[in-house]
């Protein structure tokens, strides 16, 4: 067994009965004939390893559960202008599905699959064309109804399962994750050595690219975030092509994404090597809230807990640096602290950067009721990046003005804490000021 056909049966045991019918991404125009690098639907993959356009996956649940691939034919002429294809034959034994058939014959084999069947799961409500072939497929079930044939009476969004089976890593995906992981943590130091006052931003992304690439990353698991300056307070900066300045720090926030699977790493280092005064004050503030972050990070404890505690100690830290006035628990209670840290330390990492997976349990599902936080479970992988974004201002001491620093590690959920997949980026002040130092010669 494979693990996709393994998390095929195990989807197929939870929809119980029914058929499933879930399709790939398709191809994007960039502009005219020029198409964006082919990136697969992150279930799609999930459940089937085939990575070409045009396929969809049928799994029918019951008695005799059955999967079923549809996919690009092979196609001679096309294949010596776009490249080889598998085609059903070859994708059948290869990848192990019990059939599989053209992508032409699609339409024509839907109705005969999900007649008499109980239920049809799909991704219900993302893509407008998907959806009416769905409903064109279950009309002309209806319309053989004096044959006697029955239409799914129920639908179903197959997301949800698959959001949750997504959430909990297995061991294959782990070594991939982990893979990814330290293919960013190299360009991450790599980017580190490169810095130099008057670089463009640009520069320094190409470290990281070259990196990722030459180490095997089909691509950037996101845009990079390459932010010298102020740049590193404005949350989505993605032009990345700006001067660096002696005396200003740098926010990297860049991972590559290693068979299908993302990594997610954010580092800040002064672009001349040494960090100041204020600029260690505050780097050293958002360094132990996230060790206190990572302190709640274990299975059973709430998704939210890693984020309190980082908050609370952030707080803390805006009393003391006289940047916030008021007591820590008002400063928390009313939400002062967002003023120089907006966003929430962390999220589900996986296929997706911000992975599949509610963070409160759905209504009806299990836990249901608490109206609480979702509870931790090894297995799951998550970002913890606490930061802190200093604006210019009257009442904040000049000294502290644009200062942009989040510092973000991927983790995995263990039973009584976690483990960090990317130590190897150089964190602490003495770390990194050491290896900017030694890349000065
Ligand atoms: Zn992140
Ligand atoms: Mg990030």
Sequence with gaps: MTPYSDRRAR????????????????????????HYGYRHDSYFYYLTGFSEPEAVLVLIAGDVPRSILFCREKNEEREIWDGWRCGPGAARERYGFDEAFTSAELDAKLPELIADQPSLHYVIGEDAAWDARMMTALNAVRAQSRAGR??????????????????????????????????????????????????????????????????????????????????????????????????????????????????????????????????????????????????????????????????????????????????????????????????????????????????????????????DWRRLEAGMVLTVEPGCYIRPSDDVPEAFWNIGIRIEDDVIVEADGCDIYTTAAPKTIADIEAVMQDARG
């Design 150 to 371: 029955f239409a799914p009476s129920r639908l179903f969004d197959i997301r949800q399962p698959l959001d949750d089976m997504r959430l909990i890593k297995d061991l294959h995906e782990q070594s991939l994750m982990r893979r990814a992981a330290d293919i960013s943590t190299r360009a991450h130091r790599r980017a580190m050595q490169a810095t130099r006052a008057g670089a463009m931003e640009y520069e320094i992304e190409a470290e990281l690219l070259h990196e990722f690439r030459r180490s095997g990353s089909e691509a950037p698991a996101y845009g990079s975030i390459v932010a010298g300056g102020a740049n590193a307070c404005v949350l989505h900066y993605v032009s990345n092509d700006a001067e660096l300045r002696d005396g200003d720090l740098l926010l990297i926030d860049a991972g590559c994404e290693l068979g299908g699977y993302a990594s997610d790493i954010t580092r800040t280092w002064p672009v001349n090597g040494r960090f100041s005064g204020a600029q260690r004050d505050v780097y050293q503030l958002v360094l132990d809230s996230q060790d206190a972050a990572f302190e709640k990070v274990r299975a059973g404890a709430r998704f939210i807990d890693y984020h309190d505690a980082a908050v609370r100690v952030l707080a803390q830290g805006f009393v003391d640096l006289k940047l916030l006035e008021g007591s820590v628990d008002s400063v928390i209670e009313q939400g002062s602290y967002r003023r120089f840290y907006m966003h929430r330390t962390g999220h589900w990492l996986g296929m997706d950067v911000h992975d599949a997976g509610e963070y409160r349990p759905a209504p009806g599902g299990a836990g249901a009721g608490e109206q």
């Design 11 to 34: 989807l197929i045991d939870r929809m119980g009965s029914g058929v499933a019918v879930i399709a790939t991404a398709p191809e994007r125009t960039r502009n005219r004939d020029t």
